[in-house]
Nanobody, 125 residues
Framework: QGQLRESGGGSVQAGGTLTLSCEVSLYKYNTNSMAWFRQAPGKEREGVAAVDYNGRTRYRDSVKGRFTIPKDNAEATLYLQMSSLTPEDTAMYYC???????????????????WGQGTQVTVSS
């Protein structure tokens, strides 16, 4: 059974930076497509960034240029490096994974069958 465990959430002021980590316990880690999703209170969960099994990255428009999604295959850890944070980035952030996957659907929840418990990010103005 695969496991994902997020860490690194916290409170930060607008304009600040934060890096989230996702420790992955999945067989053949480097063949997985992985993503970060977030869910703000009262809103649906949305895809933030993803890296597919070929290493190609994708980002939602609102975080392009501010977030990056590096992946450390040796440590089996996925990161979300966030900068220039705004209050609109406040949400619970989730790590997700799927074996291989469909890169064209990277932002769809149904695409992923492994999920972490989430880590809270709060950005104050």
């Amino acid at each position: 059974q695969g496991q994902l465990r997020e860490s690194g959430g916290g409170s930060v002021q607008a304009g600040g930076t934060l890096t989230l980590s996702c420790e992955v316990s999945l067989y053949k880690y480097n063949t997985n497509s992985m993503a970060w999703f977030r869910q703000a209170p009262g809103k649906e969960r949305e895809g933030v960034a993803a890296v597919d099994y070929n290493g190609r990255t994708r980002y939602r428009d609102s975080v392009k240029g501010r977030f990056t999604i590096p992946k450390d295959n040796a440590e089996a850890t996925l990161y979300l490096q966030m900068s220039s944070l705004t209050p609109e980035d406040t949400a619970m952030y989730y790590c997700a994974a799927v074996r291989n996957g469909n890169p064209g659907a990277w932002y769809e929840e149904y695409e992923y069958n492994y999920w972490g418990q989430g880590t809270q990010v709060t950005v104050s103005s």
